[in-house]
C-alpha cells in the first residue's frame, strides 16, 4: 500500500466503533489497535522513502493523529514541517502546529510564546523559518 492508500485506511479504520471495542473486547480491540499501529509506522516508512507524497494525505494523516494518536515526537514534528514547507500561506497549519507543540511542551516557556505570536499576528515568514528549530528551542530534543 502507498502512502496515500495508508492513510485511507487508517481514517476508515477510526470510523470503526472502536471505542465500543474497548468498552466490550479487549482482545479485539488490542488486534485492531495492533493494525492501526502497523498502518501508522508503514506510512512514516512511506514518507520518508518516497519523495513527492501529496501532501493532502500529510494533512489528513495530522487531522486523524489529533483525533486518534498514532504518531509522536519527530516524525509528526517532520510532517508538520513538509505540510508548512507545502503551505507556507496557510495560517492554519501554523496555527495546528502550535497546539501539537503546547500538546508536548511547555505552552509558557519563552521560546513557545515568541512562536506563537508570530503566527497570531500573521508573521508566517519569520514563524515559518523557526518552526523546524522549536522542538530543539523547547527542549525536545538534545
Not at 482482545?27 to 514518507?47: K, N, S, T
Not at 507556507?88 to 497549519?93: A, G, I, T, Y
Not at 496555527?95 to 503566527?119: C, K, P, Q
Request: no cysteine; glycine share 4%; proline share 3%.
Amino acid at each position: 500500500m502507498n502512502f496515500q492508500e495508508r492513510v485511507k485506511k487508517i481514517e476508515e479504520m477510526l470510523n470503526e466503533d472502536w471505542f465500543e471495542m474497548l468498552e466490550t473486547n479487549e482482545d479485539e480491540y488490542e488486534e485492531w489497535r495492533g493494525r492501526l499501529e502497523d498502518h501508522a509506522e508503514h506510512v512514516i516508512g512511506h514518507y520518508d522513502n518516497e519523495t513527492g507524497v501529496d501532501m493532502d494525505s500529510v494533512d489528513k494523516l495530522l487531522q486523524l493523529n489529533d483525533e486518534f494518536p498514532l504518531l509522536y515526537g519527530e516524525d509528526t514534528v517532520r510532517l508538520y514541517l513538509a505540510l508548512i514547507e507545502a503551505r507556507p500561506e496557510d495560517k492554519s497549519v501554523y496555527e495546528r502546529y502550535v497546539d501539537y507543540l503546547a500538546a508536548i511542551g511547555d505552552a509558557s516557556h519563552e521560546e513557545f510564546l515568541r512562536f506563537h505570536t508570530l503566527v497570531d499576528a500573521g508573521r508566517l515568514d519569520e514563524a515559518r523559518k523557526l518552526a523546524p528549530e522549536m522542538p530543539a528551542r523547547l527542549g525536545l530534543e538534545e
